[in-house]
């Protein structure tokens, strides 16, 4: 069986926290340069891919700029900087929890997205701690949603980066998310909910269908008062937006959601009231590299516990 080869360590410097653009020239196609591959491949169009080679932008694995009229080279590695676009600063802090020569472990708030997707690029946890902690290598362990705040797992040394990540594949770290939601009397608390989620690309809300439970949570009351009530929640699967679906079936949603159990319009750039309720509470493992048992726990407050009347203007 060949061994995949590692790609060539990448000739460009970061910017602003985030990567350049990685790509490879893929076998089997037939372009007469390596201009015409990128326009047909990008979605940027023919006038941006000419202007970014004309400028030297676009750059080979020894860092020379490609021209126009390079041919076509089957497994040719190439890297360019994207445009970063205008993104509303968050105006929330990220706090470090802990650190050493393997782990960061950092308290995410709301409305910040863990690393660079779609429209949020410099404005994600692992640029910014990139820049912050001065760790051009850092690397993310695993997601949480743009709109959950908590703990997130960032890995120091790329080649220890697959071994935390197949912690949470495999489902080796425990993990305890806190939500404030409406109170029930009725609804009979500690409950392990099952059912089967899909997620549909292109569409915003995930949904529960007949069929093999692929999610499974468990959910307990903390407390309640004024209609309110503070609730543990404990994945034991991980699929995209699990608890914020089960919340809502139990017909409980979990308040600040826009997803669930209706999908309400876009937030205006820049508004960050009323977040998502939801928080990453704690994190618990054994450490595959040292050995060591972590347990890390979240300070932070739900603001529609703490603080409603602040929360809600």
Known sequence: MRRRSHPPPSPLPQRAGVDPVRVRLPAGDAWATVRDHLVARL??????IDEMLDAGRIVDAA???VPRDMEYVPGMFLWFHRELPDEEPVPFTIDVLHRDEHLVVADKPH???TTPRGSH?????LARLRRQLGIPALGAAHRLDRLTAGLVLFTVRPEERGAYQALFRDRRVAKEYEAVAPYDPSLALPRTVRSRI????GIL???????EPNAVSSIELLEHRNGRARYRLLPRTGQTHQLRVHMSALGVPILGDPLYPVVTGPVPAGDFRRPLQLLARGLEFTDPVTGHEHRFVSPRALQAWSSYDEWTG
Do not use: Y
């Not at 979605?43 to 941006?48: I, K, L, P, R, T």
């Not at 690029?121 to 946890?125: G, L, M, P």
């Open 43 to 48: 979605a940027a169009g023919a006038g941006v």
């Open 63 to 65: 860092g020379r700029p």
């Open 111 to 113: 409305f910040l997205a």
């Open 121 to 125: 690029v410099a404005e994600t946890a």
């Open 198 to 201: 899909v997620k549909e690309r």
């Open 205 to 211: 809300a995930a949904r529960e269908v007949d069929g």
